[in-house]
C-alpha cells in the first residue's frame, strides 16, 4: 500500500497463477455444460471442441475479474483503510504461468484541520484557513460528473461542444482544469461543513 501526496491511495493486487488457472478451469467446465453444438446434446460435446471455440484471452480476463473482488476486499481490511469510492482497478502485468498484477486507485475522507475561531467565521475565512487534502481520484470522479452534466445540458441547449468552448473563451483542456478546481474546493468545503456538523453533536452530548 502506498499513500500518495495527492491523497490517493495505491494499492498493489497480485493474483496468483493458481489462482487464476483454477478459476479458469471452472469457466471452461461451465461454458462445456452448457454447450449446445449440432450433433451433440446439451453439454454432452467433447470439451476440446467447446475449448476450441472459446476465447482464451476472454476466459482469462473473466478469471481474473471473478477473483478480484475478494482480493481488493481483503487488502484493504489488511491495511484497515476504509474507502469513499469504488476503486479504479488498473492491470500492470498479466502473462501466462505467472502471476497478474494490478494497481487499485482508492481515497479515504480526507483529514480536516480546523482553525480555532471556526465558529465565529463565515465559508471564506474557513476556506482560507482550512487544511484539507482532497484526493486526487476523488477531485477527478467530482469534475467528471459536472463536465457530464455540463455535456447534457449543452446538448439541450442545442449548442456544441466547440460553440460553448468559443463562449466561454477556453479549450476542453481548460474546461476541465477548471471543472477539477471548482470540485477541489466545493468538496473541501463539504468535508469542512461535515466537521463542524460532527462537532457540534459531539459538543452539545457534553
Not at 39 to 47: I, L, M, S
Not at 163 to 174: D, F, H, M, R
Amino acid at each position: 500500500m502506498k499513500r500518495l501526496p495527492n491523497g490517493n491511495i495505491e494499492l498493489d493486487l497480485i493474483l496468483t497463477w493458481k489462482e487464476i488457472s483454477e478459476q479458469y478451469e471452472k469457466l471452461v467446465l461451465e461454458a462445456v455444460a452448457n454447450a449446445e453444438l449440432p450433433g451433440f446434446r446439451k453439454g454432452k460435446a467433447p470439451r476440446a471442441t467447446v475449448e476450441e471455440k472459446l476465447n482464451k484471452n476472454d476466459l482469462y480476463s473473466h478469471a481474473a475479474q471473478d477473483l478480484l473482488p475478494k482480493l481488493y476486499e481483503k487488502a484493504i481490511k489488511t491495511h484497515k483503510i476504509t474507502p469513499i469510492l469504488y476503486p479504479q482497478i488498473s492491470l500492470k502485468k498479466a502473462k501466462e504461468n505467472e502471476d497478474w498484477e494490478f494497481v487499485a486507485v482508492v481515497c479515504e475522507a480526507p483529514e480536516i484541520v480546523l482553525p480555532s475561531e471556526y465558529k465565529a467565521k463565515g465559508l471564506e475565512y474557513l476556506d482560507k484557513n482550512t487544511t484539507a487534502l482532497i484526493p486526487e481520484i476523488l477531485a477527478q470522479e467530482e469534475a467528471n460528473h459536472r463536465l457530464s452534466l455540463l455535456s447534457e445540458n449543452i446538448t439541450k441547449l442545442g449548442l456544441t461542444t466547440e460553440q460553448y468552448l468559443q463562449s466561454k473563451k477556453t479549450n476542453a483542456e481548460g474546461l476541465r482544469a477548471t471543472a477539477l478546481e471548482e470540485a477541489k474546493r466545493d468538496l473541501k468545503m463539504k468535508f469542512v461543513l461535515e466537521k463542524i456538523k460532527t462537532l457540534e453533536y459531539l459538543n452539545n452530548l457534553v
